[in-house]
């Protein structure tokens, strides 16, 4: 028997297909599998059933596409601005796509430490426990955990003090890749590394407490260097490198 679907769900597949009739079709077939048939044999379409469907369909043209990245960008900026409806929105919109829920999960951890860090430590807790659980759990549990994780990092205060210090330190590191360890940071493993003074004047600070303000860590054309500044504002400074 010929399934029923009526002239507005057509309608719906059409213009949710934007001209894609590879992605109609697809949606077309895949609502009427899911329909379970009726008394007399026949299946009626509903709008709920297309609407998945509609997702589905979608996505399995474009799992490594550019709207697969556009969708993961826009969760990613509307965590980073702090806006937990459109982060929901944006997941949903991964999630009911069929959008791998362990790739969400990696973004959110990413996000976690690039964009909240130390403003709030236990962002990235919330977001290594809801990528566990996903890999545990699976879908559809799974959205619970991650829907969990994205609230919570929205509701984060931010700050990205953590990049701009990595970045800066690499920085030196490029520039100076080439300067040696400096004696007393050295570990003396060989009695004749101890006597080209390997570990000579390193200070233990458990049982030194100058030794942090007194004892020189980096390479001596670094020294005084700053990477890590404390933030008064913990929102931190908002850019796009």
Sequence with gaps: ?????????????????????????????????????????ARDVSEETVVEAMGRARYAYDKGGEEHYNLASALIKSLR??????ALYWLARLIEGGADPLFIARRLCI???????????????????AAQITELIGLPEALYPLSQATVYLARAPKSNAVKRAYKAAAEDAAETAR????????????????????GKGYRYAHSDPRASEEMQCLPES????????????ERGTMSDE
Aim: no cysteine; hydrophobic share 40%.
């Design 1 to 41: 028997l010929r399934p029923h679907i009526s002239d507005e769900i057509l309608a719906r597949i059409a213009r949710a297909a934007g001209g894609d009739a590879r992605v109609a079709l697809t949606a077309l077939e895949a609502s009427v599998e899911a329909t379970t048939p009726g008394d007399k044999g």
């Design 81 to 86: 601005n702090s806006d937990a409806d459109a």
């Design 111 to 129: 996000l976690a430490s690039e964009d909240v860090g130390l403003a709030d430590p236990q962002a990235i807790v919330q977001a290594a426990a």
């Design 222 to 233: 670094l020294r005084g260097k700053r990477y890590w500044e404390e933030e008064n504002d």
């Design 179 to 198: 300067e040696p360890v400096p004696l007393h940071l050295r570990n003396a493993v060989t009695p004749l590394m101890k006597r080209a003074g390997y």
